[in-house]
């Protein structure tokens, strides 16, 4: 049921800044808003149909430098459309493993892991009070709100802490951190519907202990 949802309202288009892969991406935010609603769902928001802009970002910082996650396991958290988890697949991490809460971003995921003939485990779980080590944790657009930011940072913390490579996509979100280590900025396109504006200059931060 998931997956039919998923693509009666979805089409498998290229993704804006990273053209070599491509997602199953609403076409028109309003409309899918409102479906999913009328769906009966007590999900979130359909963050997973949408390339947002820092996890673009990501995507291109990993695949322009594919050493900082090949041959290494990677979680990509709160995955949304699993972008940022393919993008890692694809320049050669393994395991690799897209975690979220809602069941809908992790379809959207498999279908979009599956277009890519990527290898992608789905977890669906709350795991900001875990403590399992990955050799990359990569966390796209997770400071939009005071609550996520609180909940987010001490994991972020944490694995840094136990020696990952934590990396962080943000296009300037209200609730972003100080004290983060700048590695790259890009001119992301992104959906004037959703951002109010066509490019969103996004950075690509490493959080460290």
């Known amino acids: 049921m998931l997956s039919e949802f998923l693509q009666a309202h979805t089409v498998l288009a290229p993704v804006p800044f990273i053209p070599e892969i491509t997602l199953w991406q609403a076409e028109e935010p309003i ?19 949408f390339a947002w802009a820092g996890g673009q970002a990501l995507a291109r910082h990993i695949l322009d430098d594919p050493d900082l996650v ?7 958290l709160a995955t ?20 979220d809460i809602d069941p809908l971003s992790l379809a959207a995921t498999e279908a979009n892991a599956k277009a890519n003939n990527v290898r992608v485990e789905t977890v669906e779980a709350d795991l900001l009070d875990s403590d399992e080590k990955y050799g990359v944790v990569l966390a796209g657009d997770v400071f939009y709100s005071r609550e996520m930011t609180a909940r987010v ?35 992301v396109p992104v959906s ?13 931060w490493q959080l460290v202990p």
Not at 80 to 99: D, Q
Request: proline share 9%; charged share 20%; glycine share 10%.
């Open 31 to 49: 409309a899918l808003w409102e479906a999913t609603e009328a769906a009966g769902t007590s999900q979130p928001p359909p963050f997973w149909a």
């Open 192 to 204: 004037e519907a959703l951002e109010s504006v066509p490019v969103r200059s996004t950075t690509v």
């Open 153 to 187: 940072l001490p994991f972020l913390r944490r694995a840094a802490g136990r020696g990952s490579l934590v990396l962080v996509g943000d296009p300037g979100r209200a609730y972003l951190p100080e004290g983060l280590i700048k590695r790259a900025t890009y001119e």
């Open 70 to 76: 090949a041959a290494r396991s990677v979680l990509d």
């Open 80 to 99: 949304g459309s699993g972008l940022v988890a393919v993008a890692a697949a694809r320049a050669g991490a393994s395991p690799v493993t897209a975690n």
